[in-house]
């Protein structure tokens, strides 16, 4: 099937046929829309999660990271921020060396500093997305995306974590020490880097690994040395207290197995044993495809889709990461022609992302299976060519 017609330009001047090219621009309109609704709605009584962030680097400016971690203490600065109370739980779950972010966008006004943070973190997500599909039509596809609005709406870091796994995989053949340093900035979000090990170790990319390690160990001992110890204990110490909070959300925000055991009416028992039970198929088959003799791209594209599944905590606006699956996929499709169904197979990826906006279930852990099997799909495929030539 045609996707594309190639200039005469090597990688310059791409056409998308018409009927990828209508959808795509429909879904960016569909943003486009959304995210203006979204803000001429906007309440006195709205709370962004960008204040989360804004605020926790104010009180490491002042010498508090580790009061921080204290809802009690982060609480009255949010509000005092936002100018009306909070409803809910906007604690600070990250690592310290986070503040290394928080801190810098806290010295802005609020406003100016949500709109570089959004902004920042978009280009970083568009670089990358572009970077995997090999031409300038990456940054339209990138930009049509559903899961970019919820991240443009709340000031969430989604696009930051795509941008940071996107451009690892897309530099690890090339440049891998520059590939260990984006997952070592990963581990601001450590549960997003749990297969990468994996890949690694069983792959032999040993230069990817230790480049990775020596930055999250420098960025851990810097954050030691500029925060103290005492914001490292109460991250650890607080981890627990935040999973307890957060189960008394909407379940339907989860988008991951356990979200929809939750969501479904199956108890805490249950949801942990099922993740349990996808986590350790997803790093099987990890480990099992980083052995192979699959094409890279597959590589990438399954370990960019497991690294969703492995994951109890995964929101909406963490869904920005399917975007790097789907652009390996397409890049793929692109040069080797595209299977039965898998077009169709990434729109309905897209519009099942694009319906939480809708209906507050977990459609975007749907939507990371559906390209899961796409990568399956791609991935026994070649194989049979493979067994067959």
């Known amino acids: 099937m045609a996707t594309y017609e190639q200039s005469e330009a090597s990688g310059v001047g791409t056409k998308l046929a018409r009927p990828v090219e209508l959808i795509s621009f429909a879904l960016l309109v569909t943003n486009l829309v959304c995210l203006f609704i979204a803000y001429v709605q906007t309440s006195d009584s709205s709370v962004p999660d960008f204040v989360?962030?804004?605020?926790?680097?104010?009180?490491?400016?002042?010498?508090?990271?580790?009061?921080?971690?204290?809802?009690?203490?982060?609480?009255?600065?949010?509000e005092s921020i936002l100018g009306h109370p909070v409803n809910g739980y906007l604690g600070w779950p990250y690592p310290p060396t986070v503040f290394f972010i928080a801190v810098p966008l806290s010295l802005l006004?609020?406003?100016?500093?949500?709109?570089?943070?959004?902004?920042?973190?978009?280009?970083?997500?568009?670089?990358?997305?572009?970077?995997?599909?090999?031409?300038?039509?990456?940054?339209?596809?990138?930009?049509?995306?559903?899961?970019?609005?919820a991240n443009f709406i709340i000031?969430?870091?989604?696009?930051l974590s795509a941008g940071l796994i996107g451009g690892a995989l897309m530099l690890m053949e090339r440049q891998p020490i520059t590939a260990g340093l984006l997952l070592g900035l990963l581990t601001y979000k450590p549960h997003l880097g749990?297969?990468?090990p994996i890949a690694l170790f069983v792959s032999g990319r040993w230069q990817v690994f230790w480049s990775a390690g020596v930055v999250a160990t420098v960025m851990a001992g810097a954050s030691w040395l500029a925060f103290g110890g005492e914001s490292w204990n109460a991250f650890l110490f607080g981890i627990g207290h935040t999973v307890r909070i957060e189960t008394f959300a909407d379940w339907g925000k989860l988008q991951s197995a356990f979200g929809l055991t939750r969501t479904l009416g199956g108890s805490e028992t249950l949801a942990w044993l099922i993740q349990a039970a996808v986590a350790l198929v997803v790093a099987g088959a990890i480990a099992l495809l980083w052995r192979s003799k699959a094409t890279y791209e597959i590589k990438a594209a399954g370990l960019s889709t497991g690294v969703m599944l492995v994951t109890s905590h995964l929101l909406i606006y963490d869904l920005a990461i399917l975007a790097v699956p789907l652009a390996f996929l397409f890049r793929l499709g692109c040069e080797r022609g595209f299977l039965v169904h898998e077009l169709p197979g990434m729109g309905l990826a897209c519009l099942l992302v694009l319906m939480f906006a809708f209906v507050v279930v977990p459609v975007g852990f749907i939507a990371v299976l559906v390209v899961a099997t796409l990568v399956v799909?791609?991935?026994l495929s070649e194989h049979r060519a493979v067994a067959i030539s």
């Open 155 to 159: 000031g969430q870091n989604g696009l």
């Open 52 to 78: 989360t962030p804004w605020a926790a680097g104010r009180m490491a400016l002042s010498g508090q990271a580790a009061a921080a971690y204290d809802w009690s203490s982060l609480k009255p600065l949010e």
């Open 377 to 379: 799909h791609r991935a």
């Open 109 to 149: 006004p609020y406003t100016g500093a949500f709109v570089v943070w959004v902004f920042g973190t978009f280009i970083a997500y568009l670089v990358a997305i572009r970077a995997i599909i090999g031409d300038r039509v990456g940054y339209f596809l990138a930009a049509s995306f559903p899961a970019v609005l």
């Open 194 to 196: 749990l297969l990468f």
